[in-house]
Each structure stands twice: as C-alpha cells, then as structure tokens.
C-alpha cells in the first residue's frame, strides 16, 4: 500500500475521485468537509444515523491514502487504560524483584526506571500519536457517544493539539498529527468543548440517485431494474413512523439478499421473507405487516414506473 500526499489533492472533485476508487461515492458536502480538514489539519465529527457511512468513510480513507487505520471502538466505561495506554505491571514486578534481588535499593532510581517507555504499552490513542513509517495514520474514534462525558474531556488535548500527557513521563506530541475522524450515533450529545476542536457534517440518509449509484457501484451485478425497486422501496420505507429507518448498510444487505435469493423483481412475498435484512426491529416489522406492506410496494413500484 503506498502512501498517498493528500496535500496533491486540489480540489474537492479529486478527493471525490479518490474514493470513488474505493467504490465509496461522496456527495459535494461530504467530500468538502474531509478536504479542509486534511488541509487544515482538524479532526472532523461526523454525526448522523447508523448505517449512512460514517464509519465506513475512515476505513475507505485509510485505504485510499495508504494510510494505517486505528480504530477506537467506544463503548461505556471505555477509560484511559483501554483508549490511551497502561503500564505493564507483570514486567514492573519482575523489574523490582530482580532488582532486590541484585541488592540494588535505590527506590527513586527504581521508581524512574519501572515507569519508563520500554514499560508503556501502547493502545489506540497513544500508536495513532507515534504514526509510521507510512505516515500519520487514521485514527477513527468510533461511536464516540457510547462513551461517558469524562472521556470525551480527556479527549481534548488530542482533538486540540495532538498529543497526550501522561504524568510518569511527560506529554507525548505527534510528530505529524493524524487523520482524525469522530463519529457519533446521537445516542446523547457531544460536549460543546469537544465540538469547537472539530470541523463537523451530518451525514445524512442519501437521495434516491445517490444510492441507486451506491448499490450500482457495490453490486454492479444487480439487474437495473431490481435496483430501482430497491432504493424506491427504501426511500419509501425511510418516510414511515419507524424506530430505526434502514441506513445505506441496510439497503447494501437487503440487496445482496435478494440477489442471493436470484430475485428479478420485488413482490410482497419476496419483501416480507427477507424484510429482516432492512429493519431490526419487532415493533418495525408489525408495522408492516398485511396490506401496509402491500400499499408500500405499489406506492414505491408507481414511483419508479
């Protein structure tokens, strides 16, 4: 994988040829907010419902820059320990026996040596700092959140200078920061001091050109046709009173289903046996049941005729 110099990148129609290349098809807004913060330099905040991209867009990223990708999976109660870095006590320990064991008892000297780098073991945050020899990688901090509003403000002295403080040794700096994508649910709130360190964009639910272009791009094999029923019945699906409306992860699995089932056109029948694939909900799937179901498929069929 050979790094890419993203400072090449002149305009916002290169970025989005770019990840076209990886079959990852930006719109304007999107492709605009990930250009000036590689330019500038800022983490971005991605926001907006699960399944529309968001994390996708870090890992088609790293890939098309050839960058390495460091991902920071939140969840609650996630802490420094898991996130940044800890000490390996099991070497500490063997450290100061044999130290006692030499007769050596200078504990000050012992302290300072027991809490030095070749003791640290390096987690997400801490490896994204120290990069490669590839370059700065791409640190996405993923599902931000899940996480408890502490370790959102232990974040901001990375998000706000690339680097991280940690009392045994002193603070850690980024030779060459890294790409920084956050991403978020809306579950809950960011902080605001978190949010001032970030560029941010909504990623929202694509229209129905954009990902009828999607599954084209992803499922090129996919007759014309069934693709226009697809997204129209999505599109159509996402304008109920649903618990979670499916996102472009939902569609991209509903359509590898049918074709896996060798469907040629939508029916109710068809639509009901494999409705599992778009919707993750009880309550959802009872509210498409009978003729719903069937009024939803003619309204969306009559759209795309």
């Known amino acids: 994988m050979t790094p890419t110099d993203f400072s090449a990148l002149d305009s916002v129609e290169d970025l989005q040829s770019l990840l076209s290349q990886q079959h990852y098809l930006a719109d304007r807004s999107l492709a605009t907010a990930l250009l000036l913060a590689l330019k500038m330099q800022r983490p971005l905040l991605l926001e907006g419902e699960a399944g529309v991209g968001k994390t996708e867009l870090a890992k088609v990223l790293s890939l098309a820059l050839g960058r390495k990708l460091i991902r920071l999976q939140c969840y609650e109660g996630l802490d420094v320990g898991s996130a940044v870095y800890e000490w390996n006590y099991a070497r500490q320990m063997i450290e100061i026996r044999l130290a006692e064991a030499a007769g050596e008892v200078n504990r000050q000297a012992l302290t300072s040596s027991v809490f ?3 003791f640290l073991i390096d987690r997400p945050l801490l490896k994204a700092l120290r990069g490669d020899s590839a370059g700065a990688p791409v640190l996405l901090i993923d599902e931000l959140d899940r996480t408890d509003e502490p370790f959102e403000a232990f974040l901001l002295e990375l998000l706000a200078e690339y680097q ?3 009392p ?4 850690v700096k980024a030779q060459q920061p890294p790409i920084v994508i956050v991403t978020s649910n809306r579950t809950r709130e960011i902080h605001d001091a978190l949010k001032r360190r970030c560029l941010y964009h909504w990623v929202d639910y694509p229209d129905f050109a954009r990902e009828l272009n999607i599954i084209k791009e992803k499922m090129p094999n996919l007759s014309h046709s069934l693709t226009r029923q697809i997204v129209a019945f999505v599109q159509t699906l996402r304008d109920q009173n649903l618990f979670k409306a499916p996102g472009i992860a939902e569609t991209l699995d509903w359509a590898l289903a049918l074709q896996t089932l060798d469907q040629q056109a939508l029916s109710a029948d068809t639509v009901k046996d494999t ?10 799937l009872a509210l498409l049941s009978g003729d719903q179901l069937q009024q939803l498929l003619e309204q969306s069929n009559a759209s795309v005729a």
Request: proline letters at 0%.
């Open 116 to 118: 030095s780098e070749q």
């Open 164 to 166: 991280i403080t940690i």
């Open 168 to 171: 045994e040794i002193g603070t």
């Open 275 to 284: 409705l599992g694939a778009l919707l993750k909900y009880q309550d959802d």
